[in-house]
């Protein structure tokens, strides 16, 4: 049953535990007040048990399509003010519905039993600076490689735009520290991704399918200004940031109208 509190009128205002959002505190024609907040309860449950699903589902595409080995890299995603994450150190093959694990926006945990991943700050941190819905950060070895190198990705291709620009590379901290999430939002600004050096990369979206696109558009890249920049005696022609963002422009309206 959801707590109540009072809004400024005196009238009781539903709040659903682990920060998920009512859905309203007004009954429906015919309906009672606590069959309203029973069905805002069942509502709320339901939902977070979905967006787990779609969770598990996309973190275990990560270790299919080679972005992630072993427990490396992570996933979360947004309720409300609850933030669904996956469990540090357990394989994404033996999640269960019952492994729900989830924090406020504080970091406090109030979903599950097992701890939350190691890198949930930097999660937090894209959370409460930017409207996003979903996080995927993964140890993708082109983009691995690729952070190692260079401070930026070199525009080989206009999928730059998608992210926002010319892909950052975020300086070295040590893995689930502050100093790394820092370090990551300077590399976010106005990008809704970057690598993070001698570590991996990290996306944000709108939901749990946009982050990932995200993600494996990025390691393409990678993977593509690699091959290229290797060819002895020739340099890959760049984009100009002008250019970028032309393209960047155009894929906002990309795709199927809904």
């Known amino acids: 049953m959801a707590d109540q509190r009072r ?22 024609r015919g309906q009672t007040n606590a069959e309203a ?22 973190a275990r595409r990560t270790v299919a399509d080679g972005l992630v080995v072993g427990t490396s890299g992570n996933v979360s995603a947004r309720v409300g003010d609850l933030v669904l994450v996956t469990p540090s150190g357990v394989p994404y093959d033996r ?39 979903a996080v995927v950060h993964t140890h993708a070895v082109h983009a691995t490689a ?13 999928m730059a735009g998608a992210l926002g620009g010319t892909v950052r590379v975020a300086p070295y901290a040590t ?30 979206g709108a939901d749990l399918d946009q982050a990932y696109d995200r993600t494996a558009q990025l390691e393409w890249m990678c993977r593509l200004w690699l091959a290229a920049s290797s060819v002895p005696g020739l340099t890959p022609s760049l984009l100009t940031e002008a250019q970028v963002a032309e393209a960047g422009a155009r894929l906002k309206g990309y795709g199927q109208r809904r």
């Open 7 to 28: 809004d400024a009128s005196g009238e009781a205002a539903d709040r659903e535990p682990g920060g998920v959002p009512g859905r309203g505190g007004t009954a429906g």
């Open 37 to 58: 907040v029973a069905q805002t309860d069942t509502d709320a449950v339901a939902e977070v048990a979905a967006v787990w699903e779609a969770l598990v589902a996309t």
């Open 95 to 133: 999640l269960t519905p019952a492994d729900l694990t989830g924090v406020d926006l504080t970091g406090r945990q109030v979903l599950g039993s097992l701890v939350p991943t190691s890198e949930l700050p930097m999660h937090l941190a894209v959370y409460r600076t930017t409207d996003a819905r």
């Open 146 to 158: 690729v952070s190692t190198l260079v401070t930026e990705l070199p525009p080989v291709h206009y």
């Open 175 to 204: 893995y689930g520290s502050d100093q790394l999430a820092d370090h990551m939002l300077g590399a976010l600004a106005g990008r809704s991704g970057c690598l993070l050096r001698n570590h991996g990369t990290i996306t944000y």
